[in-house]
């Protein structure tokens, strides 16, 4: 077997979307040196996903009609394309949505010298638009947009400058906890079980603007409900208590010595973030949601 090709080769992809009738399929060009979190975003924007669910790669072996494979890299940020798709048909299964399960089949079919001037992805060639994609626990509606070439190339071209790695989450997860500690402030009221009341719950929606029309985290949690059933507010303050930057008091919600300490330190507390939440919350395989908007 050849080995892989060189991190600065260009690869060809074919990108077929399986058991689409009729064939939803797509030919990308990227560059062997981008990283597997990146090809993912190239990915979603060349078939016109939303990134709203979880995905999985498996890396298949060789031979035509082979599915089995092994389970593609947890640190999808920090390996290279060329490493699972550096040679002429090398091949990966994309599953994006671990619950409707659209697989697409991502094959190599060229390797080329990469040219300087490359803008690092391309979209070359498709057709057909990809179904309609909705929030979980949401039916689709209306019809798919109509699959162009040309937009979805300028959004391939532009997925791999989105600030989607795993320190800049951390960094945006760190503006919000620093916001929320502030909030928190000398401390707020608790309900019976340990909770936020639902006026801060409602408070923290509207001031996060997390119920704006069309905002990810605000589509289906209204104003008016408890904490249990305000899933971007639950989160942030069950993170907030696991990072150890507030804590519940009898029956009030206050800030820690650490949190005072990391509010006004943004980096410092971006670093204690990646150290301390799951790589599945900071890179691309968990949907960036709410912690990864305003």
Known sequence: ????????????LKVRLADARPPVWRRLEVAGDLTVEDLVD????????????????????DGDGATDGEPGPNDEWAVPVADLLGRVGDRIDFRYDLVARWDHEVETTAVEALPPDHPGATLRDGR???????????????????????????????????????????????????WFVRWVGSGRALTMSGRLTKSAVT???VARRWT????????????????????????LDSRARALGLVEGQADRLVATVKGREL???????????????????????????WSARR
């Open 42 to 61: 190239v990915l979603l924007a060349a078939m016109g996903w939303h990134n709203l669910h979880r995905h999985r790669i498996i890396v298949l072996p």
């Open 1 to 12: 077997m050849a080995p892989p090709a060189p991190a600065a080769a260009l690869l060809s």
């Open 203 to 205: 408070e923290i929606l």
């Open 128 to 178: 057909g638009p990809c179904p309609v994609d909705v929030e979980p626990g949401k039916a689709p509606t209306g019809e798919p947009r109509r699959f162009r070439v040309a937009e979805r190339d300028a959004a391939v071209r532009a997925a791999i400058h989105l600030p989607h790695g795993r320190r800049d989450i951390a960094r945006r997860e760190a503006e919000i906890m620093a």
């Open 263 to 289: 509010v006004d330190d943004a980096d410092r507390l971006a670093e204690e973030i990646v150290r301390a939440y799951p790589r599945s919350v900071l890179w691309g395989s968990a949907p960036r949601g």
């Open 212 to 235: 704006d029309p069309g905002h990810t985290a605000g589509a289906h949690r209204p104003v008016g409900v408890p904490e249990a059933l305000a899933y971007p507010v639950l989160v």
